[in-house]
């Protein structure tokens, strides 16, 4: 145990690197895949036939495409159409776009969750559907797919340990650099299971509590 407290003081430091992009990874990715989320949700429930389908067909297709794949064609094929981005983006707009379909399925159901007589009551008044949607819709729907959100976070912040697989160099691949390097296995990655529960214990926690906050709401 003395000998892991040593090594793992000695190892942070150079692991502190990798934290740092981890989080950067999950935090640009979570807004990229809300915002995306948001929009082909608005999309899929479209009046518009063709927009309704155009929303459905994007949300299947980036669904039916593994992460890792849609990492490579980002970093990899972008640039020979001219598209130069660097690992660090590459990886946040990959996992957003990845998980925007997610989200948009999210957002979907909450909105569907509304109750009809708001939203026949915001028309009665004659408001736009931008301003229903800001001002009745969305503020409602939130609040129920908060816990799922919650969720999308903690998964967000596992899966960008893929973004290894495209040179950025956050927490898992540091860990597996570190590990060559020291041929410590069993202090590196017992130290890298450790800072990822750090990291995710607390989302899982905060998750748990809205879960029960919502529930409780509702009765």
């Known amino acids: 145990m003395t000998a892991f407290l040593q090594d793992s003081i ?16 999950t935090l640009g990715s979570l807004l990229l895949s809300t915002a995306l989320g948001l929009l082909w949700a608005i999309m899929r429930l479209s009046h518009s036939r063709f927009v309704s389908a155009c929303g459905a067909t994007i949300v299947n297709v980036l669904r039916s495409i593994p992460i890792i794949v849609q990492l490579f064609y ?11 981005l660097t690992a660090l983006q590459a990886a946040i707009i990959g996992l957003g776009i990845a998980y925007s379909s997610y989200q948009a399925e999210d957002f979907r159901a909450g909105i569907q969750a ?4 708001q939203i026949e009551a915001a028309q009665s008044l004659n408001m736009s559907y931008g301003l229903m949607m800001r001002r009745v819709i969305l503020p409602q729907a939130i609040k129920i797919i908060l816990p799922s959100y919650g969720n999308t976070t903690v998964m967000m912040l596992k899966d960008s340990s893929l973004a ?5 160099g956050e927490l898992s691949l540091q860990g597996k650099l570190l590990a060559a390097s020291t041929f410590q296995n069993t202090t590196v990655f017992t130290l890298l299971a450790l ?15 809205l879960e029960h906050r919502m529930s409780t709401g509702r009765h």
């Open 164 to 168: 290894s697989t495209i040179t950025v």
């Open 195 to 209: 800072l990822y529960l750090v990291m995710c214990g607390p989302l899982m926690l905060f998750n748990r509590w």
């Open 74 to 84: 980002i970093y990899f094929v972008l640039p020979e159409i001219g598209v130069e």
């Open 10 to 25: 000695e190892f942070l430091p150079i692991l502190a690197v990798g934290i740092k992009n981890t989080i950067l990874v």
């Open 114 to 117: 509304v109750d009809r007589g």
